[in-house]
Protein backbone atom coordinates (compact mmCIF):
# COMPACT_ATOMS: atom_id res chain seq x y z
CA UNK A 1 0.00 0.00 0.00
CA UNK A 2 2.74 2.34 0.66
CA UNK A 3 4.16 1.87 -2.96
CA UNK A 4 0.50 2.68 -3.52
CA UNK A 5 0.34 5.72 -1.87
CA UNK A 6 3.65 7.31 -3.22
CA UNK A 7 2.65 6.63 -6.65
CA UNK A 8 -0.65 8.68 -6.07
CA UNK A 9 1.35 11.32 -4.41
CA UNK A 10 4.02 11.78 -7.49
CA UNK A 11 1.12 11.96 -9.49
CA UNK A 12 -0.26 14.66 -7.64
CA UNK A 13 2.64 16.59 -7.15
CA UNK A 14 3.71 16.04 -11.20
CA UNK A 15 -0.45 17.18 -12.05
CA UNK A 16 0.12 20.27 -9.45
CA UNK A 17 3.71 21.53 -10.95
CA UNK A 18 2.20 21.32 -14.39
CA UNK A 19 -0.90 23.51 -13.27
CA UNK A 20 1.22 25.87 -11.73
CA UNK A 21 3.52 26.03 -14.87
CA UNK A 22 0.13 26.78 -17.24
CA UNK A 23 -1.37 29.00 -14.45
CA UNK A 24 1.42 30.91 -14.21
CA UNK A 25 1.26 32.16 -17.65
CA UNK A 26 -1.47 34.26 -16.77
CA UNK A 27 1.18 36.32 -15.08
CA UNK A 28 3.65 36.04 -17.47
CA UNK A 29 1.82 37.34 -20.38
CA UNK A 30 0.52 40.31 -17.74
CA UNK A 31 3.99 41.59 -17.42
CA UNK A 32 5.76 39.94 -20.86
CA UNK A 33 8.18 37.60 -19.20
CA UNK A 34 8.41 34.76 -21.81
CA UNK A 35 6.69 32.04 -20.29
CA UNK A 36 9.52 29.37 -20.92
CA UNK A 37 11.37 30.90 -18.32
CA UNK A 38 8.44 31.11 -15.93
CA UNK A 39 8.12 26.92 -16.39
CA UNK A 40 12.11 26.36 -15.62
CA UNK A 41 12.07 29.00 -12.34
CA UNK A 42 8.62 26.76 -11.43
CA UNK A 43 10.48 23.63 -11.15
CA UNK A 44 13.61 25.23 -9.59
CA UNK A 45 11.94 26.46 -7.22
CA UNK A 46 10.38 23.57 -6.50
CA UNK A 47 13.47 21.20 -6.69
CA UNK A 48 15.51 20.09 -4.15
CA UNK A 49 17.38 23.59 -3.79
CA UNK A 50 14.84 25.41 -3.60
CA UNK A 51 11.82 26.31 -1.58
CA UNK A 52 9.49 22.98 -2.51
CA UNK A 53 12.71 20.89 -1.63
CA UNK A 54 10.99 18.40 -4.14
CA UNK A 55 14.62 15.63 -4.84
CA UNK A 56 14.48 14.81 -7.77
CA UNK A 57 17.89 13.68 -9.95
CA UNK A 58 16.39 11.20 -13.16
CA UNK A 59 18.29 12.71 -15.53
CA UNK A 60 17.25 9.25 -17.68
CA UNK A 61 13.68 10.55 -17.31
CA UNK A 62 14.21 13.86 -17.84
CA UNK A 63 16.40 13.07 -21.12
CA UNK A 64 13.50 10.95 -22.26
CA UNK A 65 11.03 13.43 -21.38
CA UNK A 66 13.27 16.19 -23.27
CA UNK A 67 13.72 13.95 -26.27
CA UNK A 68 9.74 13.87 -26.84
CA UNK A 69 9.07 17.33 -26.23
CA UNK A 70 11.49 18.54 -28.65
CA UNK A 71 10.24 15.93 -31.29
CA UNK A 72 6.76 17.00 -31.57
CA UNK A 73 7.82 20.73 -31.16
CA UNK A 74 10.12 20.00 -34.30
CA UNK A 75 7.47 17.67 -36.26
CA UNK A 76 5.11 20.92 -35.17
CA UNK A 77 7.66 23.20 -36.98
CA UNK A 78 8.25 21.70 -40.03
CA UNK A 79 4.51 20.79 -40.44
CA UNK A 80 4.02 24.74 -40.25
CA UNK A 81 6.26 26.44 -43.01
CA UNK A 82 5.38 26.22 -46.41
CA UNK A 83 7.71 24.46 -48.75
CA UNK A 84 8.51 27.64 -51.57
CA UNK A 85 9.48 29.28 -48.07
CA UNK A 86 12.24 26.33 -47.07
CA UNK A 87 13.27 26.39 -50.62
CA UNK A 88 13.90 30.06 -50.66
CA UNK A 89 16.15 30.49 -47.37
CA UNK A 90 17.57 26.88 -47.45
CA UNK A 91 21.20 28.05 -48.63
CA UNK A 92 21.60 30.89 -45.30
CA UNK A 93 19.84 28.28 -42.97
CA UNK A 94 21.99 25.51 -43.42
CA UNK A 95 24.68 27.22 -43.33
CA UNK A 96 23.59 28.96 -39.93
CA UNK A 97 22.88 25.06 -38.75
CA UNK A 98 26.43 23.78 -39.45
CA UNK A 99 29.22 26.45 -39.98
CA UNK A 100 27.25 28.91 -37.33
CA UNK A 101 27.39 26.50 -34.80
CA UNK A 102 30.71 25.99 -35.65
CA UNK A 103 31.89 29.00 -35.26
CA UNK A 104 29.89 30.12 -32.51
CA UNK A 105 31.20 26.73 -30.34
CA UNK A 106 34.81 27.71 -31.42
CA UNK A 107 34.32 31.82 -30.44
CA UNK A 108 32.55 30.63 -27.08
CA UNK A 109 35.49 27.82 -26.11
CA UNK A 110 37.92 30.37 -25.16
CA UNK A 111 36.19 32.42 -23.34
CA UNK A 112 35.10 29.32 -20.98
CA UNK A 113 38.68 28.24 -20.81
CA UNK A 114 39.56 31.48 -18.94
CA UNK A 115 36.32 32.17 -16.69
CA UNK A 116 35.81 28.49 -16.01
CA UNK A 117 39.51 27.40 -16.01
CA UNK A 118 38.28 24.07 -18.30
CA UNK A 119 40.81 22.31 -20.30
CA UNK A 120 40.52 22.83 -24.10
CA UNK A 121 38.39 19.66 -24.84
CA UNK A 122 36.18 20.64 -21.66
CA UNK A 123 36.05 24.31 -23.12
CA UNK A 124 34.95 23.10 -26.60
CA UNK A 125 32.03 20.67 -24.65
CA UNK A 126 30.71 23.98 -23.29
CA UNK A 127 30.52 25.63 -26.86
CA UNK A 128 29.11 22.84 -27.79
CA UNK A 129 26.33 22.64 -25.86
CA UNK A 130 25.03 26.06 -25.73
CA UNK A 131 25.67 26.58 -29.61
CA UNK A 132 22.53 25.56 -31.17
CA UNK A 133 19.48 27.88 -31.18
CA UNK A 134 16.40 26.19 -29.43
CA UNK A 135 13.41 25.42 -31.93
CA UNK A 136 10.61 25.33 -29.10
CA UNK A 137 11.99 29.10 -27.61
CA UNK A 138 12.18 30.44 -31.33
CA UNK A 139 9.09 29.34 -32.96
CA UNK A 140 6.75 29.89 -29.25
CA UNK A 141 8.39 33.59 -28.77
CA UNK A 142 7.83 34.35 -32.66
CA UNK A 143 4.07 33.28 -32.11
CA UNK A 144 3.39 34.56 -28.93
CA UNK A 145 4.79 37.86 -29.98
CA UNK A 146 2.37 38.46 -32.41
CA UNK A 147 4.95 39.40 -35.10
CA UNK A 148 4.93 39.49 -38.56
CA UNK A 149 8.62 39.12 -39.44
CA UNK A 150 9.89 39.99 -43.15
CA UNK A 151 8.90 36.43 -44.70
CA UNK A 152 12.94 35.82 -45.26
CA UNK A 153 13.95 36.57 -41.99
CA UNK A 154 11.17 34.51 -40.09
CA UNK A 155 11.71 30.72 -42.05
CA UNK A 156 15.24 31.77 -41.91
CA UNK A 157 15.39 31.70 -38.44
CA UNK A 158 12.43 28.97 -37.97
CA UNK A 159 14.59 26.72 -40.67
CA UNK A 160 17.66 26.91 -38.38
CA UNK A 161 16.36 26.18 -35.59
CA UNK A 162 14.87 23.34 -36.67
CA UNK A 163 17.69 22.11 -38.44
CA UNK A 164 20.83 22.53 -35.89
CA UNK A 165 20.10 20.49 -33.89
CA UNK A 166 21.22 17.77 -35.30
CA UNK A 167 24.88 19.40 -35.88
CA UNK A 168 25.09 20.27 -32.37
CA UNK A 169 24.11 16.81 -31.23
CA UNK A 170 27.06 15.38 -33.39
CA UNK A 171 29.89 18.03 -31.76
CA UNK A 172 28.50 17.13 -28.36
CA UNK A 173 28.65 13.32 -28.58
CA UNK A 174 31.82 13.78 -30.72
CA UNK A 175 33.32 15.89 -27.61
CA UNK A 176 31.72 13.76 -24.85
CA UNK A 177 33.35 10.57 -26.79
CA UNK A 178 36.73 12.16 -26.53
CA UNK A 179 36.53 13.06 -22.98
CA UNK A 180 35.48 9.39 -22.33
CA UNK A 181 37.33 7.29 -24.64
CA UNK A 182 40.37 9.67 -25.27
CA UNK A 183 40.87 9.58 -29.06
CA UNK A 184 38.13 10.40 -32.33
CA UNK A 185 39.16 10.04 -35.83
CA UNK A 186 37.82 13.39 -36.91
CA UNK A 187 37.50 11.81 -40.47
CA UNK A 188 35.29 8.98 -39.20
CA UNK A 189 32.84 11.82 -36.98
CA UNK A 190 32.70 13.81 -40.49
CA UNK A 191 31.49 10.72 -42.00
CA UNK A 192 29.24 9.65 -39.31
CA UNK A 193 27.44 13.14 -39.51
CA UNK A 194 27.27 13.01 -42.96
CA UNK A 195 25.53 9.78 -42.94
CA UNK A 196 23.20 10.45 -39.99
CA UNK A 197 22.02 13.58 -42.05
CA UNK A 198 21.45 11.53 -45.27
CA UNK A 199 19.80 8.97 -43.99
CA UNK A 200 18.10 11.39 -41.47
CA UNK A 201 16.32 13.31 -44.64
CA UNK A 202 15.73 10.01 -46.24
CA UNK A 203 13.77 8.62 -43.27
CA UNK A 204 12.42 12.01 -42.94
CA UNK A 205 11.05 12.26 -46.25
CA UNK A 206 9.41 8.43 -46.39
CA UNK A 207 8.47 9.01 -43.34
CA UNK A 208 6.03 12.12 -43.79
CA UNK A 209 4.55 10.34 -47.26
CA UNK A 210 3.94 7.18 -45.24
CA UNK A 211 1.91 9.33 -42.60
CA UNK A 212 0.28 11.43 -45.02
CA UNK A 213 -0.95 8.30 -47.55
CA UNK A 214 -2.10 6.42 -44.22
CA UNK A 215 -4.04 9.36 -42.48
CA UNK A 216 -5.58 9.61 -45.72
CA UNK A 217 -6.39 6.19 -46.54
CA UNK A 218 -7.39 4.96 -43.17
CA UNK A 219 -11.17 5.78 -42.06
CA UNK A 220 -10.11 6.57 -38.45
CA UNK A 221 -12.85 7.00 -35.50
CA UNK A 222 -13.42 10.82 -35.18
CA UNK A 223 -10.74 12.26 -32.90
CA UNK A 224 -8.05 9.66 -33.60
CA UNK A 225 -6.51 11.50 -36.51
CA UNK A 226 -4.71 13.81 -34.62
CA UNK A 227 -3.22 11.57 -32.16
CA UNK A 228 -2.53 9.22 -34.95
CA UNK A 229 -0.25 11.67 -36.46
CA UNK A 230 1.75 13.07 -33.19
CA UNK A 231 2.55 9.16 -32.37
CA UNK A 232 3.72 8.80 -35.76
CA UNK A 233 5.85 11.54 -35.77
CA UNK A 234 7.44 10.06 -32.70
CA UNK A 235 7.70 6.46 -34.76
CA UNK A 236 9.85 8.83 -37.70
CA UNK A 237 11.89 10.36 -34.30
CA UNK A 238 12.56 6.52 -32.33
CA UNK A 239 13.07 4.84 -35.91
CA UNK A 240 15.70 7.16 -37.39
CA UNK A 241 17.35 6.96 -34.08
CA UNK A 242 17.20 3.34 -33.81
CA UNK A 243 19.19 3.19 -37.31
CA UNK A 244 21.70 5.62 -36.03
CA UNK A 245 20.29 8.57 -38.47
CA UNK A 246 19.29 12.15 -37.14
CA UNK A 247 16.08 11.51 -35.84
CA UNK A 248 15.64 15.64 -35.09
CA UNK A 249 16.12 16.14 -38.78
CA UNK A 250 13.88 13.57 -39.56
CA UNK A 251 11.05 14.55 -37.57
CA UNK A 252 11.15 17.83 -38.76
CA UNK A 253 11.57 16.74 -42.46
CA UNK A 254 8.21 14.57 -42.13
CA UNK A 255 6.15 17.49 -40.91
CA UNK A 256 7.69 19.28 -43.74
CA UNK A 257 6.29 17.23 -46.55
CA UNK A 258 2.96 16.41 -43.80
CA UNK A 259 2.26 20.15 -43.56
CA UNK A 260 2.44 20.99 -47.92
CA UNK A 261 0.77 17.55 -48.76
CA UNK A 262 -3.34 17.79 -48.65
CA UNK A 263 -4.69 15.86 -45.49
CA UNK A 264 -7.77 15.40 -43.76
CA UNK A 265 -8.56 16.69 -40.26
CA UNK A 266 -5.82 19.09 -40.41
CA UNK A 267 -7.28 21.60 -38.28
CA UNK A 268 -7.72 18.97 -35.70
CA UNK A 269 -4.06 17.47 -35.88
CA UNK A 270 -2.66 21.59 -35.66
CA UNK A 271 -4.96 21.42 -32.92
CA UNK A 272 -3.70 18.56 -31.19
CA UNK A 273 -0.17 19.29 -31.58
CA UNK A 274 -0.42 22.73 -30.20
CA UNK A 275 -1.81 21.76 -26.77
CA UNK A 276 0.61 18.53 -26.86
CA UNK A 277 3.71 20.56 -27.92
CA UNK A 278 2.40 23.13 -24.99
CA UNK A 279 2.20 20.45 -22.45
CA UNK A 280 5.23 19.12 -23.70
CA UNK A 281 7.37 22.13 -22.91
CA UNK A 282 5.56 22.75 -19.75
CA UNK A 283 7.02 18.96 -18.49
CA UNK A 284 10.04 19.26 -20.39
CA UNK A 285 10.94 22.70 -18.49
CA UNK A 286 9.37 21.95 -15.25
CA UNK A 287 11.66 18.75 -15.11
CA UNK A 288 15.02 20.65 -16.41
CA UNK A 289 13.96 22.94 -13.14
CA UNK A 290 13.87 19.91 -10.95
CA UNK A 291 17.21 18.96 -11.82
CA UNK A 292 18.62 22.60 -10.89
CA UNK A 293 20.50 22.86 -7.86
CA UNK A 294 20.55 27.23 -7.00
CA UNK A 295 23.29 26.51 -4.36
CA UNK A 296 25.55 24.66 -6.79
CA UNK A 297 25.01 27.19 -9.71
CA UNK A 298 26.65 29.90 -7.38
CA UNK A 299 29.74 28.11 -7.54
CA UNK A 300 30.44 28.81 -11.15
CA UNK A 301 27.65 31.29 -11.69
CA UNK A 302 30.52 34.71 -12.40
CA UNK A 303 32.23 32.29 -15.42
CA UNK A 304 28.88 31.04 -16.51
CA UNK A 305 27.31 34.73 -17.07
CA UNK A 306 30.32 35.71 -18.29
CA UNK A 307 30.03 32.92 -21.19
CA UNK A 308 26.29 33.64 -21.45
CA UNK A 309 27.04 37.62 -22.38
CA UNK A 310 29.88 36.62 -24.94
CA UNK A 311 27.51 34.08 -26.43
CA UNK A 312 25.02 36.57 -27.03
CA UNK A 313 26.79 39.51 -27.43
CA UNK A 314 30.05 38.33 -29.66
CA UNK A 315 29.99 34.66 -30.81
CA UNK A 316 26.25 34.64 -32.18
CA UNK A 317 26.62 37.99 -34.56
CA UNK A 318 29.97 36.78 -35.43
CA UNK A 319 29.06 33.73 -36.58
CA UNK A 320 25.40 35.25 -37.98
CA UNK A 321 27.54 38.02 -40.08
CA UNK A 322 30.21 35.52 -41.26
CA UNK A 323 27.49 32.92 -42.35
CA UNK A 324 25.02 35.36 -44.16
CA UNK A 325 27.88 37.51 -45.91
CA UNK A 326 26.90 35.78 -49.42
CA UNK A 327 23.17 35.78 -49.13
CA UNK A 328 21.98 39.51 -49.47
CA UNK A 329 20.64 39.80 -46.41
CA UNK A 330 20.56 43.50 -45.17
CA UNK A 331 22.26 44.84 -41.78
CA UNK A 332 19.89 44.94 -39.75
CA UNK A 333 18.36 41.34 -40.44
CA UNK A 334 21.46 40.24 -39.59
CA UNK A 335 21.74 41.99 -36.84
CA UNK A 336 17.85 40.91 -35.94
CA UNK A 337 18.85 37.20 -36.84
CA UNK A 338 21.56 37.36 -34.23
CA UNK A 339 19.57 38.76 -31.26
CA UNK A 340 16.88 35.91 -31.74
CA UNK A 341 19.08 33.56 -31.22
CA UNK A 342 17.65 31.78 -28.00
CA UNK A 343 18.81 29.39 -26.55
CA UNK A 344 16.65 27.01 -24.30
CA UNK A 345 15.76 23.56 -23.46
CA UNK A 346 17.99 22.74 -26.27
CA UNK A 347 21.15 23.33 -24.41
CA UNK A 348 20.16 21.96 -21.09
CA UNK A 349 19.14 18.66 -23.07
CA UNK A 350 22.67 18.35 -24.44
CA UNK A 351 23.83 19.15 -21.17
CA UNK A 352 22.56 16.29 -19.23
CA UNK A 353 24.67 13.91 -21.95
CA UNK A 354 27.39 14.32 -19.97
CA UNK A 355 25.72 13.33 -16.80
CA UNK A 356 24.55 10.47 -18.15
CA UNK A 357 27.57 8.76 -18.91
CA UNK A 358 28.91 10.23 -15.51
CA UNK A 359 31.79 12.90 -17.23
CA UNK A 360 34.07 14.41 -14.39
CA UNK A 361 32.60 17.29 -13.72
CA UNK A 362 29.62 17.07 -15.78
CA UNK A 363 27.07 19.26 -13.77
CA UNK A 364 28.94 22.17 -14.34
CA UNK A 365 27.86 21.64 -18.04
CA UNK A 366 24.35 21.34 -16.62
CA UNK A 367 24.93 24.84 -14.74
CA UNK A 368 26.25 26.40 -17.04
CA UNK A 369 23.69 25.55 -19.90
CA UNK A 370 21.42 26.85 -17.66
CA UNK A 371 22.36 30.16 -16.80
CA UNK A 372 22.86 30.67 -20.20
CA UNK A 373 19.44 29.44 -21.19
CA UNK A 374 18.47 31.53 -17.80
CA UNK A 375 19.91 34.85 -19.36
CA UNK A 376 19.21 33.81 -22.97
CA UNK A 377 14.96 33.70 -22.58
CA UNK A 378 15.21 36.60 -19.44
CA UNK A 379 17.07 39.54 -21.75
CA UNK A 380 16.72 38.52 -25.18
CA UNK A 381 13.26 36.53 -25.22
CA UNK A 382 12.05 39.96 -23.44
CA UNK A 383 13.46 42.45 -25.77
CA UNK A 384 12.66 40.25 -28.81
CA UNK A 385 9.36 42.56 -30.63
CA UNK A 386 11.27 45.96 -29.29
CA UNK A 387 14.35 44.76 -31.57
CA UNK A 388 12.16 43.49 -34.10
CA UNK A 389 10.60 47.29 -33.85
CA UNK A 390 13.72 49.18 -33.39
CA UNK A 391 15.43 47.61 -36.81
CA UNK A 392 11.97 47.70 -38.83
CA UNK A 393 11.80 43.66 -38.90
CA UNK A 394 8.14 43.37 -38.47
CA UNK A 395 4.99 45.12 -38.10
CA UNK A 396 2.72 44.09 -35.27
CA UNK A 397 -0.86 42.56 -35.53
CA UNK A 398 -2.83 44.51 -33.38
CA UNK A 399 -5.90 43.60 -34.24
CA UNK A 400 -7.38 40.53 -32.42
CA UNK A 401 -8.02 37.37 -34.53
CA UNK A 402 -11.30 36.03 -34.99
CA UNK A 403 -12.76 32.97 -33.92
CA UNK A 404 -12.16 30.33 -36.41
CA UNK A 405 -14.15 27.29 -36.68
CA UNK A 406 -13.08 24.29 -38.95
CA UNK A 407 -14.84 21.51 -39.79
CA UNK A 408 -13.49 18.58 -42.59
CA UNK A 409 -15.87 17.64 -45.52
CA UNK A 410 -15.45 13.45 -45.35
CA UNK A 411 -14.89 12.33 -49.07
CA UNK A 412 -12.41 15.18 -50.07
CA UNK A 413 -9.53 17.18 -48.87
CA UNK A 414 -9.45 20.32 -51.25
CA UNK A 415 -12.32 22.16 -49.28
CA UNK A 416 -13.56 22.50 -45.72
CA UNK A 417 -15.84 24.80 -43.84
CA UNK A 418 -14.77 27.81 -42.05
CA UNK A 419 -16.92 29.52 -39.52
CA UNK A 420 -16.54 32.92 -38.06
CA UNK A 421 -19.13 34.99 -35.98
CA UNK A 422 -20.03 38.74 -37.79
CA UNK A 423 -18.83 41.58 -36.07
CA UNK A 424 -19.79 44.80 -36.65
CA UNK A 425 -16.11 46.42 -37.73
CA UNK A 426 -15.57 43.38 -39.56
CA UNK A 427 -14.78 43.98 -43.65
CA UNK A 428 -17.11 40.97 -44.16
CA UNK A 429 -19.80 42.96 -42.41
CA UNK A 430 -19.41 46.73 -43.85
CA UNK A 431 -18.25 46.10 -47.01
CA UNK A 432 -19.67 42.65 -48.09
CA UNK A 433 -16.13 41.33 -49.17
CA UNK A 434 -15.55 38.39 -49.36
CA UNK A 435 -12.70 36.40 -52.12
CA UNK A 436 -13.74 34.14 -54.70
CA UNK A 437 -12.61 30.79 -53.55
CA UNK A 438 -14.39 31.00 -50.17
CA UNK A 439 -18.38 30.51 -50.97
CA UNK A 440 -20.74 31.28 -48.29
CA UNK A 441 -22.62 28.11 -47.01
CA UNK A 442 -25.07 29.22 -44.62
CA UNK A 443 -25.77 31.42 -41.59
CA UNK A 444 -26.61 30.66 -38.23
CA UNK A 445 -28.88 33.24 -36.91
CA UNK A 446 -30.79 32.91 -33.17
CA UNK A 447 -30.21 29.15 -33.42
CA UNK A 448 -32.19 29.09 -36.72
CA UNK A 449 -30.43 27.57 -39.93
CA UNK A 450 -30.34 30.00 -42.75
CA UNK A 451 -29.19 29.62 -46.15
CA UNK A 452 -26.81 33.29 -47.35
CA UNK A 453 -30.10 34.49 -49.28
CA UNK A 454 -32.95 33.98 -46.72
CA UNK A 455 -29.89 35.63 -43.89
CA UNK A 456 -29.50 39.27 -46.21
CA UNK A 457 -29.28 41.66 -45.00
CA UNK A 458 -26.29 40.02 -42.37
CA UNK A 459 -26.48 41.25 -38.93
CA UNK A 460 -24.21 41.50 -35.97
CA UNK A 461 -23.95 38.05 -33.84
CA UNK A 462 -24.98 35.55 -36.83
CA UNK A 463 -22.51 32.96 -37.53
CA UNK A 464 -21.72 32.72 -41.02
CA UNK A 465 -20.02 29.32 -42.70
CA UNK A 466 -18.11 29.37 -46.02
CA UNK A 467 -16.34 26.46 -48.04
CA UNK A 468 -12.37 27.51 -48.50
CA UNK A 469 -9.15 25.53 -49.27
CA UNK A 470 -7.96 24.25 -45.81
CA UNK A 471 -4.46 26.16 -46.54
CA UNK A 472 -6.49 29.83 -47.19
CA UNK A 473 -8.23 29.65 -43.82
CA UNK A 474 -5.44 31.61 -41.90
CA UNK A 475 -6.33 34.44 -44.96
CA UNK A 476 -9.61 34.30 -44.57
CA UNK A 477 -9.37 35.64 -40.92
CA UNK A 478 -8.37 38.86 -42.04
CA UNK A 479 -11.63 39.38 -43.49
CA UNK A 480 -13.60 38.52 -40.28
CA UNK A 481 -11.20 41.11 -37.89
CA UNK A 482 -13.50 43.29 -35.59
CA UNK A 483 -11.52 46.26 -36.63
CA UNK A 484 -12.79 49.86 -35.84
CA UNK A 485 -12.87 52.12 -39.35
CA UNK A 486 -10.18 54.93 -39.25
CA UNK A 487 -10.91 58.57 -37.87
CA UNK A 488 -10.76 60.06 -42.01
CA UNK A 489 -11.10 56.93 -44.05
CA UNK A 490 -10.00 58.05 -47.69
CA UNK A 491 -13.55 57.85 -49.67
CA UNK A 492 -11.14 56.31 -52.72
CA UNK A 493 -10.00 53.52 -50.37
CA UNK A 494 -10.97 50.71 -48.90
CA UNK A 495 -10.37 51.87 -45.62
CA UNK A 496 -10.38 48.25 -43.74
CA UNK A 497 -7.10 47.71 -45.79
CA UNK A 498 -3.64 49.57 -44.39
CA UNK A 499 -0.09 48.12 -44.39
CA UNK A 500 3.23 50.11 -43.30
CA UNK A 501 5.74 50.64 -46.07
CA UNK A 502 8.02 48.73 -44.64
CA UNK A 503 6.05 45.50 -45.35
CA UNK A 504 7.00 43.54 -48.39
CA UNK A 505 5.50 41.94 -51.25
CA UNK A 506 5.45 38.68 -50.07
CA UNK A 507 4.22 39.59 -46.46
CA UNK A 508 1.03 41.33 -48.26
CA UNK A 509 0.81 37.95 -50.02
CA UNK A 510 0.89 35.80 -47.04
CA UNK A 511 -1.69 38.20 -45.50
CA UNK A 512 -4.28 39.01 -48.10
CA UNK A 513 -3.96 35.80 -49.49
CA UNK A 514 -2.21 36.77 -53.01
CA UNK A 515 0.05 35.10 -55.35
CA UNK A 516 3.39 36.93 -55.73
CA UNK A 517 6.35 35.72 -57.81
CA UNK A 518 9.15 34.43 -55.51
CA UNK A 519 11.56 37.28 -56.62
CA UNK A 520 9.25 39.78 -55.57
CA UNK A 521 8.60 39.09 -52.42
CA UNK A 522 11.25 40.75 -49.95
CA UNK A 523 11.03 44.12 -51.76
CA UNK A 524 9.10 46.51 -49.80
CA UNK A 525 6.17 48.72 -50.67
CA UNK A 526 8.57 51.71 -49.97
CA UNK A 527 10.69 50.84 -52.42
CA UNK A 528 8.15 49.63 -55.26
CA UNK A 529 6.53 53.18 -54.75
CA UNK A 530 10.35 54.17 -55.14
CA UNK A 531 10.75 52.18 -58.13
CA UNK A 532 7.58 53.04 -60.07
CA UNK A 533 7.90 56.58 -59.56
CA UNK A 534 11.21 57.46 -59.89
CA UNK A 535 10.55 60.45 -57.83
CA UNK A 536 9.92 61.56 -54.44
CA UNK A 537 6.50 59.52 -53.18
CA UNK A 538 3.52 62.15 -52.58
CA UNK A 539 0.65 61.72 -50.46
CA UNK A 540 -1.97 60.32 -52.77
CA UNK A 541 0.21 58.95 -55.08
CA UNK A 542 -1.24 55.47 -56.68
CA UNK A 543 0.79 52.92 -58.36
CA UNK A 544 -0.36 49.77 -59.36
CA UNK A 545 0.09 46.14 -58.55
CA UNK A 546 -1.43 44.17 -60.86
CA UNK A 547 -5.72 44.48 -60.32
CA UNK A 548 -4.99 46.13 -57.70
CA UNK A 549 -4.03 50.11 -56.28
CA UNK A 550 -1.64 50.57 -53.87
CA UNK A 551 -2.39 54.31 -52.43
CA UNK A 552 0.27 56.69 -50.42
CA UNK A 553 -1.63 57.14 -47.61
CA UNK A 554 0.97 58.91 -45.01
CA UNK A 555 4.49 60.35 -46.49
CA UNK A 556 7.82 60.64 -44.23
CA UNK A 557 10.90 62.18 -46.40
CA UNK A 558 9.67 61.23 -49.69
CA UNK A 559 8.98 57.67 -49.13
CA UNK A 560 5.68 55.88 -48.09
CA UNK A 561 4.74 55.11 -44.69
CA UNK A 562 1.67 53.52 -45.08
CA UNK A 563 0.24 52.06 -48.28
CA UNK A 564 -3.64 51.80 -48.67
CA UNK A 565 -5.22 49.39 -50.89
CA UNK A 566 -7.72 50.26 -52.89
CA UNK A 567 -9.88 47.08 -54.04
CA UNK A 568 -12.37 48.87 -56.67
CA UNK A 569 -13.26 52.38 -57.98
CA UNK A 570 -16.49 53.63 -56.57
CA UNK A 571 -17.54 54.29 -59.97
CA UNK A 572 -17.34 51.05 -61.12
CA UNK A 573 -20.41 49.43 -61.81
CA UNK A 574 -22.52 46.35 -60.60
CA UNK A 575 -22.71 45.85 -56.51
CA UNK A 576 -19.41 46.05 -54.14
CA UNK A 577 -20.04 42.36 -53.54
CA UNK A 578 -19.58 41.58 -57.48
CA UNK A 579 -17.15 44.38 -58.05
CA UNK A 580 -14.96 42.59 -55.23
CA UNK A 581 -15.43 38.96 -56.85
CA UNK A 582 -14.48 40.16 -59.85
CA UNK A 583 -11.36 41.64 -58.48
CA UNK A 584 -10.67 38.79 -56.58
CA UNK A 585 -10.98 36.66 -59.85
CA UNK A 586 -8.50 38.80 -61.65
CA UNK A 587 -6.21 39.25 -58.06
CA UNK A 588 -5.75 34.94 -58.64
CA UNK A 589 -3.75 35.89 -62.07
CA UNK A 590 -1.61 38.68 -60.48
CA UNK A 591 2.37 38.18 -60.55
CA UNK A 592 3.95 35.10 -60.68
Not at 47 to 62: C, H, I, R, S, W
Not at 216 to 243: E, I, R, T, Y
Not at 484 to 503: C, M, S
Amino acid sequence: MATLDFISFAILLGSLLVLAGILSSLIALRFGAPLLLVFLLVGMLAGEGGPGGLKFNDVGTAYTVGSIALALILFDGGLRARLATFRNVLAPAVTLATAGVLVTALITAPIAKLALGLEWTQSLLVGAVVASTDAAAVFFLINARGLRLRPRVRATLEVESGTNDPFAVFLTLLLVEVLAVGHQSWSQALMTLLRDAVFGCVIGYIGGRIITGVLNKLDLPQGLHAPFVAVSALVVFAFANAMHASGYLAVYLAGLVFGNRQTRARNSVVVFLDAITWLAQIVMFVLLGLLVWPQRVGDSLVGAMVVALVLMLVARPAAVFLCLAPFGFQWREKLFISWVGLRGAVAIFLASIPLLVDLPAAYLYFDVAFVVVLFSLAIQGWTVALAARKLDISFARNDPMPRRVELDLPGQLAREIVGYPVTPNSPYMRRGIIPNWARPTMVVRNENILTPAEAQPLKEGDYVYLLAPPEKAQALDRFFVDMPPPRAPDPRLLGDFFVPGTATLGALAEIYGLQIAATHSEVTLADYFAEQLARPVKANDVVELGPIALLAHQVEGGRVATVGLRLADPEEPGTLGERVRALWQRVQKLIG
